[in-house]
């Protein structure tokens, strides 16, 4: 069964006060990692697609990543803006078309 | 950028009613989903569509019930609510593609069953 763990739970940083959040999973053939955020009462927003180990991609002061094991979401100088719940989620190269599976999502909270 | 709408975005009634929720997206996307997120927890598919006249259940077991007679719109309807079914329901669309995890999703409908 393809799993999805997110670490840590909450985070909160300083303005400016660069980190990452963690994305580990589980998966029978890897076709695609996917990193959304939400904010409060609102739908996710697609951020980025990550095909395949070794792979980056950016956005601002976003930076994800990839491993045969986990992705990573750098956040470099982040601002108050940035605080979101942020998902991740993976789709498996053995399942249908429609079927991701994601982690609960990483709280981030930055303080001016 | 996207355009799926929701309504209700919120919606508070009492058990044994049934509800609708709408949705509608102006992209012309044939792929169109239903999840249900609880505080805290995982996104879960509980319905999903490959086009008109295509529904099929996803992975949690939901006792709604969804139509998809135009592209652009995907109701989803509970007969008879309990407060078991009390959580957010998001709807997403996406492209015919053969990676479909860049989904745009609606702001939600947020139901509470008393």
């Known amino acids: 069964e393809d799993q999805v763990t997110q670490s840590p739970e909450a985070l909160r940083l300083q303005e400016g006060e660069s980190s990452s959040l963690n994305c580990s999973y589980t998966v029978s053939g890897l076709r695609g990692l996917f990193w959304y955020r939400q904010d409060p009462g609102k739908g996710p927003e697609f951020l980025f697609t990550l095909y395949s180990a070794g792979e980056e991609k950016e956005k601002e002061r976003l930076k994800a990543t990839l491993t045969k094991k986990e992705s990573f979401l750098h956040i470099t100088a982040p601002k108050p803006e940035d605080s979101a719940t942020y998902l991740c989620?993976?789709?498996?190269?053995?399942?249908?078309?429609?079927?991701?599976?994601f982690g609960k999502g990483t709280l981030l909270t930055v303080n001016p | 950028e996207a355009d799926i709408y929701q309504t209700p975005r919120y919606l508070v009634i009492g058990t044994g009613k049934k509800i609708t929720l709408e949705c509608s997206q102006t992209m012309g996307h044939d792929k169109m989903y239903w999840y249900q997120q609880d505080p805290g927890m995982e996104l879960h598919l509980i319905h999903y569509s490959y086009g008109v006249n295509s529904t099929e259940k996803g992975d949690l077991s939901s006792e709604s019930t969804v139509s998809r007679i135009r592209t652009e719109h995907f109701p989803l309807t509970l007969e008879s609510a309990r407060p078991s079914h009390t959580s957010q329901y998001l709807c997403?669309?996406?492209?015919?593609?053969?990676?479909?995890?860049?989904?745009?999703f609606g702001e939600g409908s947020r139901l509470t069953v008393l």
């Open positions: 989620a993976v789709q498996a190269g053995r399942s249908s078309n429609y079927k991701l599976t």
């Open positions: 997403a669309s996406s492209e015919w593609t053969g990676l479909t995890g860049e989904l745009f």
